[in-house]
């Protein structure tokens, strides 16, 4: 999915999200090459209260040479 976000679809960055408790989505991103650049807090309400969001980014320039 990011070599077709980067190559066909050109993005410069992609993002993804995931609930800043959820650890194992965090190390996941981090084997993938994401960085963490922030944190939206209390971002979603579930039955047990407001949630933050962990905002991960990978940018195309970061990507490795083909090959």
């Not at 410069?12 to 408790?21: C, F, K, L, P, S």
């Amino acid at each position: 999915m990011l070599d077709h976000g980067f190559g066909p679809l050109g993005r410069g960055r992609v993002e993804a999200h995931t609930d800043a408790a959820n650890e194992r989505s965090i190390r996941l991103l981090q084997r993938l090459g994401f960085w963490r650049e922030g944190t939206f807090h209390d971002r979603f309400l579930e039955e047990d209260g407001y949630h933050d969001i962990a905002l991960f980014v990978r940018l195309a320039r970061e990507r490795l040479p083909a090959g």
